[in-house]
């Protein structure tokens, strides 16, 4: 079983910048890919970027040139930076491999205008 937890989230002013963190740990750790999704209020979960362990990345169209994911062993990375009150959401990590599709409980983000 894998686990995941997420950090980062908070309150900040559009144009602001935000930094969420994703750790996994478990056993067996044979990770494919790890993702952030986003669900605003009254919307579906939807794909923000996604970072395979190849080091491929891909983004939705709303955040590209804004936001870039990253990893560093098991744990990745969203920067956000120029944040709108558009990407206010609960931000939750996926990870999949070939035993597991697991994810986080979540972590909040909201932008100010």
């Known amino acids: 079983q894998v686990q995941l937890v997420e950090s980062g989230g908070g309150l900040v002013q559009a144009g602001g910048s935000l930094r969420l963190s994703c750790a996994a740990s478990?056993?067996?750790?044979?990770?494919?890919?790890m993702s952030w999704y986003r669900q605003a209020p009254g919307k579906e979960r939807e794909l923000v970027a996604v970072i395979y362990w190849s080091g491929v990345t891909r983004y939705a169209d709303s955040v590209k040139g804004r936001f870039t994911i990253s990893r560093d062993a098991a744990t990745i990375f969203l920067q956000m930076n120029s944040l709108n009150v558009e990407d206010t959401a609960v931000y939750f990590c996926?990870?999949?491999?070939?035993?597991?599709?697991?994810w986080g409980r979540g972590t909040q983000v909201t932008v100010s205008s």
């Open positions: 996926n990870a999949i491999g070939s035993t597991f599709d697991s």
């Open positions: 478990g056993s067996p750790l044979v990770i494919s890919r």
